[in-house]
């Protein structure tokens, strides 16, 4: 038979105050943790931070001011975000037979199909050692028949000698034909996908990004290019990942506080649970 016990059979044993639990060796060490983790987090921000702002951003108009191809980008390397859309010149020579027609195109609002080619890079280039082609996009037109007709000609007389000026732009990645098209159309601007269907491509090295030729051949449209809009010097996407990682920093805090608490709850929730009676438990002695 159990029985409450009386006052003053009260044990001598205060229980633990949380300031108590949190200066105890273990407690202290897991501080030292979160301050690690925490520390982790913060550096993280601050990288991000720093990678906000462009402290040295290019100047208003720079992509308008045509330069050659050789100072902006060399064969296989991708463009650098502020030079997408670098008004850019280049000598070289259109390969016979490697003309394509690249689908799903518009033109200042209008569908359409583009043209494009293998241009062979003149050797004296900059940054060209051996053979270098590049894509080019040589034209638009709104009907399917014209284009193929276009492709057809300049694949029969390709433009020899030429010096091209046009805008440089990223690859946009070679996308899947359409189910019930042919399996070689070519539905994205994509060098990757127009080298698969290059003839003469044995040993050449190509540019990542292409180019949109400012002049129109075969008889095509004039493909509207135009500049590209200003960046600003803030990336809003990096400030709001800075802004995580604080975030995150303050959680470690918050975590080891939550976890010293729950382990001081339970310390006192054990220490009154010899005293069932909750008149009794309340006589436990309480700290002068």
């Known amino acids: 038979m159990t029985t409450t016990p009386a006052v003053d059979d009260v044990p001598d044993v205060f229980p633990p105050t949380l300031r108590e639990v949190m200066v105890r060796p273990f407690w202290i060490g897991m501080l030292g943790l979160a301050l690690l983790v925490a ?5 993280l921000g601050q990288w991000q931070l720093g990678n906000a702002i ?12 045509v330069r050659p191809l050789g100072d902006v980008v060399a064969p296989g390397v991708y463009l ?16 016979a037979g490697d003309f394509r027609v690249v689908t799903s195109r518009y033109d200042d609002g209008e569908p359409g199909f583009w043209v494009a080619g293998q241009f062979r890079v003149d050797p004296a280039t900059p940054g060209v050692d051996g053979p270098t082609s590049l894509a080019v996009a040589v034209g638009f037109t709104a009907d399917r028949s014209a284009a193929d007709a276009a492709a057809s000609a300049l694949n029969e007389d390709a433009p020899q000698k030429v010096d091209l000026t046009g805008r440089l732009i990223s ?17 994205a601007m994509s060098p990757a996908a127009l080298l698969s269907q290059w003839s003469d491509a044995q040993g050449i090295d190509v540019y ?12 095509l449209q004039e493909i509207h290019s135009p500049a590209p809009t200003e960046l600003s010097s803030v990336n809003w996407l990096n400030i709001f990942y800075a802004i995580e990682w604080a975030v995150f920093a303050g959680f470690a805090f918050y975590m080891w506080y939550r976890l010293a608490r729950d382990a001081w709850e339970k310390e006192v929730e054990l220490l009154t649970e010899g005293y069932p009676d909750s008149d009794a438990a309340e006589q436990l002695p309480s700290r002068p």
């Not at 520390?39 to 550096?43: L, T, V």
């Not at 462009?54 to 001011?65: I, L, R, V, Y």
């Not at 859309?85 to 280049?90: E, I, L, M, S, T």
């Open 171 to 187: 690859d946009e990645g070679a996308k899947e034909p359409p189910r019930n098209g042919s399996p070689f159309e070519i539905a």
């Open 80 to 95: 650098a975000e502020p030079l997408v859309g670098q008004r850019v010149d280049v000598s070289g020579s259109f390969v």
């Open 208 to 219: 990542r990004p292409y180019l949109v030729s400012s002049e129109a051949f075969g008889g």
């Open 54 to 65: 462009d402290t040295n951003p290019p100047a208003a108009g720079a992509t308008e001011k």
């Open 39 to 43: 520390g982790i987090f913060a550096w």
